[in-house]
């Protein structure tokens, strides 16, 4: 009696199906990295580990991360991928764009919300004051608190990554279908996705520094205040690069408060290739380095920030 093997299965089975196999793989190797990295942190933050993770567990339990988490999941599984962009076959660029930004707009939304409720919440409630009361220094307080909320913003990033890239493996084959193109082989759906996963970290890493933002904001200011405060970041984040590149820079106050503000705030631009990536380029790895790097140094300037303005702060 032969035994069966598991090419006549995966057969027939649709190409972009059999190609979203790498995403369990990634999904579960993703999820083992954070607790290695946890691990490193109980050997070598031994007092900023369990901060961290009781922020986390506090951030995975709240039901804002299930309510987010659910709602991209079934945008990205029951919306983007049927809805009629009108491109005439090219339907995976516009859900390529939307997908990603649709990941980001979520996780910093609940990136700034952790903040405000583990930090500014903890301080205003005296929370903070029994946790400090012990051998606990206020810097590790703070990076507890930010690694903690980084940590449940990475299984949100990972979840609804791997939703999308199947969503971008299945959309593949879909514009072929309407386009009355040859179906794509699981090779090339792999191929898609694999140019959408440069756009995902990206992502993750914008998410990092306003994360780092939000927790210094925190440290003397509210919820709302840290919301507006943020959002403006964002935005202006997002257009400080222009504005300094446009014709309006020829004006001298023009020109100052640019450079000023571009020099201040984050330039969240570099983050944002979603155009790129939904037009089919591809990220160089070098590009990648230097944003981790870029996010890497804001995120500790942040944090510094952050550590200035807790460290005089009055929790009596």
Known sequence: MSIPTVQPVLAELPSWLV????????????????????????????KVAPIALTTAKAGLAHPLFWVELGFGAVVLILFFPFIPYFTLGEDIKMLKDSGLTLMLVLAVLFAV?????????EIEGRTAVTLLSKPVRRWQFILGKFLGIVAPVAV????????????????AADDAQESAATPPTAAQCQAEMKQVLPGIVLAFLETVVLAAISVAISTRLPMLANLLICATIYLLGHLMPAVVNSNAAQYPLVRFMGKFLATLLPNLDDFNIQAGIAAGSSVPLDYLGWAALYCLLY????LVVALLLFEDRDLA
């Open 299 to 302: 995120t500790t300037a942040a």
């Open 156 to 171: 949100m990033f990972i979840l609804l990554g791997g939703i999308f890239l199947a969503t971008v493996s299945y959309k």
């Open 113 to 121: 919300l952790s903040a405000s409720a583990t930090v500014a919440d």
């Open 19 to 46: 190609a979203t196999w790498p995403i369990a793989l990634g999904i579960a190797g993703a999820l083992a990295v954070l607790v290695a990295l946890y691990a490193l942190a109980s050997a070598f933050l031994p």
